[in-house]
């Protein structure tokens, strides 16, 4: 079975700052990985995904995300923040369903994003 | 355009009574999904359609119903709802298993 975890539930910090939002994975297969970022009110939107090759992927609004496999890991970065990117981000794993089909995404519980201005 | 529509986006509905929701997608995705989330809790998939073959989790496979009358549009059902079916249902879609494209939501209230 595959697992998702977003250990912080809430991330705040300065405009201007570096981020780094943390995943870890449990999977026993080569991982397919997703940033997620949903603003209030609206869908999830797709960031970035990490299928294979380059360990670092760049995705939309300046984020990236370096592939761990040593440690399990696709942390979610971008340097520097702005207010705008206040958001809940969500970490997923894509995998098996329970008919054996790779459809199925495994989300963290997310993390909440607040930057200050 | 990687727009997916859902119908409504909020629905109150009375334990016991069935409850059906809506969702369509204009880019001709092969693929179909439901998800459920609850508040401070992960998404969680509840079925999807590949094509016009169902599939449906096994934790939630006696709970949910879900039909695709065309490529467009995909619909969950609930027959009986009960309280624990209060969340917010995602709809999403992709082409051939790839990244999926979410919609915003229906926040489904069963009082």
């Known amino acids: 079975a595959q697992s998702v975890d977003q250990p912080d539930a809430h991330v705040t910090l300065s405009e201007g700052a570096s981020l780094e939002l943390r995943c870890s994975y449990s999977?026993?297969?080569?991982?397919?990985l997703f940033w997620y970022v949903q603003y209030p009110g609206q869908s999830l939107q797709f960031l970035l995904k990490y299928i294979t090759g380059d360990t670092v992927v760049k995705g939309t609004k300046g984020f990236e995300a370096e592939f761990r496999k040593s440690n399990s890991s696709f942390n979610l970065k971008k340097s520097p923040a702005h207010w705008s990117d206040s958001a809940k981000y969500f970490c997923a794993l894509e995998g098996p369903n329970s008919g054996g089909s790779n459809y199925k995404l495994t989300f963290g519980k997310g993390t909440l994003l607040t930057v200050t201005p | 355009d990687t727009t997916v529509k859902q119908n409504p986006r909020y629905k109150l509905a009375r334990v016991g009574k069935p409850v059906n929701l809506i969702c369509s997608q204009t880019m001709n995705h092969d693929t179909m999904y439901w998800y459920q989330k609850k508040p401070n809790q992960a998404p969680k998939l509840l079925l999807f359609y590949y094509d016009k073959i169902l599939n449906r989790e096994a934790d939630t496979f006696e709970k949910f119903q879900s039909s695709r009358p065309n490529n467009s549009f995909c619909s969950l059902y609930i027959g009986s709802a009960g309280l624990e079916y209060s969340a917010m249902y995602l709809c999403?879609?992709?082409?051939?298993?790839?990244?999926?494209?979410f919609g915003p939501g229906t926040r489904l209230l069963v009082l």
């Open positions: 999403a879609s992709s082409r051939e298993g790839g990244t999926q494209y």
């Open positions: 999977y026993s297969a080569a991982p397919y």
